[in-house]
């Protein structure tokens, strides 16, 4: 059996899954016997061992009874971004071939061929529940498409033992048990909405609210509202910053929480602090699509405040070194590539053998592609992607360690820095900023004299552009390719 029927017995009357948009609830003695039947109606279409299963919708529980579902019966659910375009899903679609797409009206606004998501418990309400079989936990259950940063998604393919240490590692970290109700928003086309919010709550048997969007007064009175008694909700830095600018904000209603996470992107120490002076526990992370949960901040507001920009510590069950570019460990307070080792490691990108053989060391290590140095108390801190750091007269330059600097001027909202060609240096720093709402910039000078004081020269941009907004993905993160490509077009 797996952890829900598992919790179905040991707690059947407990409320495993509440969904706020569909106002329905299920105990996890219904919501075990739900997947059950999800089991025989994808059984009775020809669904088998290693078939993919497409969902195309914005977060509600029959997602979590696919997934679920897909995990006891061998197949495995793709999950798709349905904040991407026509033409963009489709390349996902031929790349993965499912046999079979759930979907909301995303699937009718996109003509993608589908069956709808809405009927999927009323057309599988009369069926007899699948019986317990035991779960394959060595082989994929679930593909998630990478959120394309740098270029063309990969499919990760996550197994079950994957996806449950990712939970084990998460539920150590951010103190998760059978007590603690998640507010689930981030997407579950993303490893933060369906594995960390949603998988790790309910293996520990306890209580997921799923939201079928981030609107961010509802998002503050939920969280505040002690009917729903949440104790963790998971955002990127960027939606954490939306919800401070909120009109309706008001920190000692947000106090109760267990954490407020963040992760996703780098989260300057500058924001983080304003969180901790109004006593809400903002906690930093660091994860990936294809490796989970891998590194958490404690949730100690003082141990918070003197590591505030760090990402955190290892969990006990997986291997992390600092690399160099010769695959030699670096010393503590150097910078190194993250390279990894444990069983949240991913199986492998679909299709793509090859590829993913390249993300490993000769020795056997996962590389990242992230930049990180390690203090003497073990906790990490994230310079930068490998791929976003360029060189600048022979140093080499970290562009969030200048963002984080940026984020320091009282006019700046949302910065991003690209490293673009230059015929004296090589390459040097081409700014980004959004300003916050009435606010000006006349002279872009003024904010390279305001970093000067506190950066290296070779660090400071050499050149300023003012956005109105920064182009972002699925998942919140800067696309720096977009604004590479297009800033080099011009």
Not at 378 to 389: A, N, Q
Request: some cysteine.
């Amino acid at each position: 059996m797996d952890f829900v029927t598992l919790h179905a017995r040991l707690r059947p009357n407990k409320i495993a899954v509440n969904d706020l948009a569909l106002n329905a609830q299920w105990s996890y003695a219904e919501f075990d016997i739900a997947i059950a039947k999800v089991v025989t109606l994808l059984t009775q279409q020809g669904i088998t061992t290693g078939d993919r299963v497409g969902c195309l919708a914005k977060n509600r529980a029959e997602i979590v009874a696919l997934h679920l579902a897909c995990a006891r019966l061998g197949a495995i659910i793709v999950p798709l971004n349905w904040r991407l375009n026509a033409e963009e899903l489709v390349n996902i679609i031929d790349d993965c071939q499912p046999a079979i797409i759930f979907a909301d009206e995303q699937g009718e606004l996109l003509d993608i061929a589908h069956q709808p998501i809405g009927e999927l418990f009323s057309n599988s309400a009369t069926l007899s529940p699948a019986p317990a079989a035991v779960i394959n936990d060595a082989i994929a259950s679930l593909i998630l498409y990478t959120s394309g940063t740098t270029g063309k998604p990969k499919g990760v393919m996550l197994s079950e033992k994957n996806i449950a240490t990712t939970a084990i590692n998460f539920s150590l970290l951010a103190t998760v048990d059978s007590h603690s109700v998640f507010l689930c928003e981030a997407p579950m086309f993303h490893v933060i909405g369906l594995v960390t919010s949603v998988r790790t709550p309910l293996y520990q048997g306890g209580t997921i609210l799923i939201s079928d969007a981030f609107i961010p007064s509802r998002t503050l009175a939920r969280l505040t509202d002690v009917a729903y008694g949440v104790t963790h909700y998971f955002c990127v830095p960027q939606m954490a910053n939306i919800l401070r600018n909120e009109e309706s904000f008001n920190p000692e209603g947000l106090r109760g929480l267990t954490a407020l996470l963040t992760g996703g992107a780098p989260h300057p120490e500058v924001q983080i602090r304003s969180w901790l002076n109004d006593g809400i526990p903002i906690v930093d992370g660091y994860g990936m699509s294809e490796a989970g949960t891998i590194l958490g901040m404690p949730l100690d507001l003082d141990l918070l405040d003197k590591k505030a920009g760090s990402v955190g510590l290892a969990p006990h069950n997986m291997q992390i070194r600092l690399a160099n570019s010769n695959e030699q460990e670096v010393a503590r307070g150097e910078s190194g590539e993250v390279q990894l080792k444990g069983d949240n490691i991913c199986i492998g990108y679909w299709q793509r053998e090859s590829e993913f053989s390249d993300c490993f060391t000769a020795d056997g290590w996962f590389c990242t592609g992230d930049i990180a140095v390690k203090d003497d108390d073990e906790y990490y801190r994230i310079v930068d992607r490998k791929k976003d750091m360029f060189i600048s007269g022979g140093e080499n330059v970290y562009p969030t360690e200048v963002e984080a600097i940026v984020l320091k001027h009282f006019a700046i909202s949302e910065c991003a820095m690209i490293g673009i060609p230059d015929e004296r240096w090589g390459e040097v720093g081409c700014l980004f900023v959004v300003l916050k709402p009435k606010a000006s910039l006349d002279d872009s000078q003024v904010l390279v004299d305001f970093l000067d004081g506190y950066l290296a020269r070779y660090k400071l941009p050499k050149h300023v552009v003012i956005k109105d907004t920064l182009p972002r993905n699925g998942a919140g993160k800067v696309m720096k390719h977009v604004l590479k490509a297009n800033y080099l077009a011009k």
